[in-house]
């Protein structure tokens, strides 16, 4: 009897980590293993945000670029991502941007660089909550408001909780570049994940150059096993077996899915995207998540002038019910002016949610 006890007691506590982000207890949330005392110091208020107030759909955790993973750092981090209390991440995060200068440009002997994602500069929001984060009552002012300079005294997460969507904002700093990071979920479930190319002034930015914006997406669709890859030909689905890396083509997409509900998620290239050329050396890789496969080991070990290294995660490992991750890659290029444009694929439902 005292055995029955214990073990519904135990089911019951199980159960109340289940439901802990959808009940809006940021700190007990599922995540990979290795990092569940990470998430735990870093789901508190505000790091937690649920969305709408009333009846939310979205809930999710997030750490500000000083605090994300990886060599470089990876951006506004998103960790714990559900919709309607089904799991969509467990990660999303930008490990790796780099830039490719044209002949006569800047870079050095391999004309690029490899960029970090770890460190901020101020921006003008309102309704500061506390010193990194604040609920601006009207859209954030970035450099991509007035390219070539900085302005603002915000330095941090402006979480905009409007009544259509939510919009995270940071503004990062790389040299003189400045790169605008935006995650954008709506009510139907779609998600945007941008980024936005600008700089204060420098002889080297009007000079003609490519940004490359590395994403990382590491689904766990209701969870992390049972999800497979397809990608979209010619009007057909087809099942990516094994790990792959892939280039853009005209109407090609890609989905992740749970295969046991067909619950998943489209992602689909932005109208003029550029596919990638040989230094961007693809757009999609298709991988099986390792703990350690979080970034390609950073500009400290970048060789072959600050190209990404994602080639080393696909070594001919099962895609089928598996852990899936997605490195995706959006580009673009600048030969003209100070200016700034906002990058990023949509990631829309697939299935019953």
């Known amino acids: 009897m005292i055995a029955s006890i214990q073990l519904v007691i135990v089911k019951f506590r199980w159960l109340l980590v289940s439901l802990g982000l959808m009940l809006g207890l940021g ?23 649920n969305w709408p107030a009333n009846n939310p759909v979205w809930q999710m955790c997030w750490k500000t670029a000083e605090n994300s993973s990886g060599v470089d750092g990876s951006g506004l981090e998103l960790l714990s991502v559900s919709y309607k209390g089904r799991r969509v991440f467990a990660r999303g995060h930008l490990p790796i941007l780099n830039v490719k200068y044209d002949p006569g440009g800047c870079g050095g002997s391999d004309l690029s660089y490899r960029d970090w994602q770890n460190v901020t500069v101020p921006y003008e929001a309102n309704n500061v909550i506390q010193a990194n984060y604040a609920e601006p009552t009207t859209p954030p002012v970035t450099v991509c408001d007035h390219p070539g300079f900085d302005r603002g005294t915000f330095k941090g997460v402006a979480v905009e909780k409007r009544a259509d969507r939510l919009v995270l904002t940071t503004q990062m700093q790389a040299g003189w570049y400045r790169y605008i990071q935006k995650w954008m979920f709506y009510a139907d479930g ?42 979209l030909n010619g009007g057909t689905w087809s099942a990516l077996n094994t790990e792959t890396k892939r280039p853009k083509a005209s109407g090609r997409r890609w989905r992740v899915l749970d295969r046991n509900t067909n619950r998943g998620y489209e992602i689909i290239p932005a109208a003029g995207e550029l596919p990638a050329d040989s230094w961007g050396i693809a757009d999609l890789w298709a991988v099986r998540y390792r703990g350690n496969e979080l ?8 060789p072959n002038g600050d190209q990404a290294q994602l080639n080393k995660f696909v070594n001919g490992e099962s895609l089928n019910r598996q852990d899936a991750v997605i490195w995706y890659r959006s580009q673009f290029r600048h030969a003209g002016g100070l200016d700034c444009h906002l990058i990023g694929p949509t990631l829309k439902l697939v299935g019953n949610w």
């Open 295 to 302: 970034d390609d080991g950073g500009r400290v070990n970048a």
């Open 190 to 231: 779609r998600i945007q994940p941008q980024l936005g190319f600008s700089a204060v002034q420098d002889p080297c930015v009007e000079r003609p150059h490519n940004h490359h914006a590395y994403w990382r997406l590491d689904f766990d669709i209701e969870g992390a096993a049972s999800d497979g890859v397809d990608e």
């Open 27 to 49: 700190s007990v949330l599922f995540f990979h293993s290795p990092a569940n005392s990470q998430l735990a110091s870093s789901c508190a208020a505000p790091y937690s945000t």
